[in-house]
């Protein structure tokens, strides 16, 4: 089943924070990484729940530097 998620990143300010976060969550299966803002803070992304779970989306991201607020 595809879900959809929108993770609010405080660290995501650039163009670079924006392609390091794409990046890292391309490799995951089963994620599509819809939009990241970095004027709202916003990743929006839809995953599927057979393949990868948000808290490993999560994790993936604070690997990165880029750790989600709860």
Avoid: W, Y
């Avoid at 299966?29 to 839809?46: A, I, Y």
Wanted: charged fraction near 25%.
């Amino acid at each position: 089943m595809t879900t959809e998620a929108t993770l609010r990143v405080p660290a995501v300010h650039c163009g670079g924070c924006a392609n390091t976060i794409k990046k890292t969550l391309q490799k995951l299966p089963g994620v599509s990484v819809n939009d990241v803002d970095t004027e709202t803070k916003l990743v929006h992304l839809s995953f599927e729940e057979s393949e990868v779970s948000l808290e490993t989306i999560k994790e993936s991201l604070e690997d990165v530097g880029f750790a989600p607020d709860e």
